[in-house]
Nanobody, 117 residues
Framework: QVTLVESGGGLVQPGGSLRLSCVASGITNRFYAMGWYRQAPGKQRDLVARIRSGGGANYADSVKGRSTISRDNAKNTVYLEIDSLEPEDTAVYYC???????????WGQGTQVTVSS
């Protein structure tokens, strides 16, 4: 059974930074893609960033230029760093992973990030 576990959320002041981690267990295959979505109260879940096994990455416009996604394939772990945090970044951040373009996605349970002074 594949399990994704996020960590690193919490309360951060505006202008601060955070680093989220997500570890996948229960599988030895390399995921085709891993990434992060976020969902603010009353809003849909939106992509933040994703990274493919070869290293290619995509970012949402809202975080482009102030965030970095990376992964450690040997550890089946994906990281997300966001700088210059804004209150609009407040959301539950979900990790996801998929083995191929045609395979279903696996999801973590989510970690709350609150940006507030």
């Amino acid at each position: 059974q594949v399990t994704l576990v996020e960590s690193g959320g919490g309360l951060v002041q505006p202008g601060g930074s955070l680093r989220l981690s997500c570890v996948a267990s229960g599988i030895t295959n390399r995921f085709y893609a891993m990434g992060w979505y976020r969902q603010a109260p009353g809003k849909q879940r939106d992509l933040v960033a994703r990274i493919r096994s070869g290293g290619g990455a995509n970012y949402a416009d809202s975080v482009k230029g102030r965030s970095t996604i990376s992964r450690d394939n040997a550890k089946n772990t994906v990281y997300l760093e966001i700088d210059s945090l804004e209150p609009e970044d407040t959301a539950v951040y979900y990790c996801y992973a998929r083995l191929s373009l045609s395979s279903p996605e696996y999801w973590g349970q989510g970690t709350q990030v609150t940006v507030s002074s």
